[in-house]
């Protein structure tokens, strides 16, 4: 399965605008780090649009093998438009059939932008309000995993909140 963002004048982009139906597409081999530590109690994932990739796969795999252990994740999700949140009617159902185990959190980055009109959830780049999810959750270093999955940026900003508090933190980037 895939999910991936079309970004106008982007390398990767570019190229698969250029398929056509039938054509072959050669994979290399999957490049992919962020794997679910389950010696951990607390999860906190945070994303950028195509970002939350490895995520769905890990709360997808969790909840199909029926975990019995008592994880808690709390996945963050950013975008500049409420339509580019890819899986968020999925996971909305997943954190509303287990909301012991999934908080999902997106958030725009544009709220005034007429693409977002009717946007009623969280506002703001993801990376600005990891403060907030950590307190608002109750989690700390001794029992949260972070992982992050999205552009460098975003990646730097989160590392530079949660790495000096004693926070673990996974990250794949999406550049």
């Not at 050669?26 to 950028?48: C, E, Q, W």
């Not at 309000?129 to 552009?151: F, I, K, N, R, S």
């Amino acid at each position: 399965e895939f999910f991936v963002e079309l970004v106008p004048g982007g390398q990767m982009s570019e190229l698969l605008r250029q398929l056509q139906v039938d054509d072959t597409v050669s994979l290399g081999s999957p490049k992919g780090g962020l794997r679910f530590d389950d010696r951990v109690p607390n999860h906190l994932m945070i994303a950028t649009v195509t970002g939350i990739n490895p995520f769905i796969s890990m709360l997808r795999d969790y909840v199909h093998r029926g975990q019995q252990q008592s994880h808690r994740m709390v996945l963050m999700h950013g975008a500049s438009y409420q339509d580019e949140f890819g899986y968020r009617q999925e996971l909305e159902q997943m954190a509303a059939a287990h909301p012991d185990l999934l908080i999902y959190r997106p958030t725009v980055s544009r709220p005034d932008e007429p693409r977002n009109q009717g946007w009623t959830g969280a506002t703001g780049r993801v990376d600005t309000l990891v403060d907030e999810a950590l307190t608002q959750h109750g989690l700390g270093a001794g029992d949260t995993l972070a992982y992050a999955c999205g552009h460098s940026g975003m990646l730097k900003s989160v590392a530079g909140q949660v790495q000096p508090r004693g926070f673990r933190l996974e990250t794949e980037s999406y550049d």
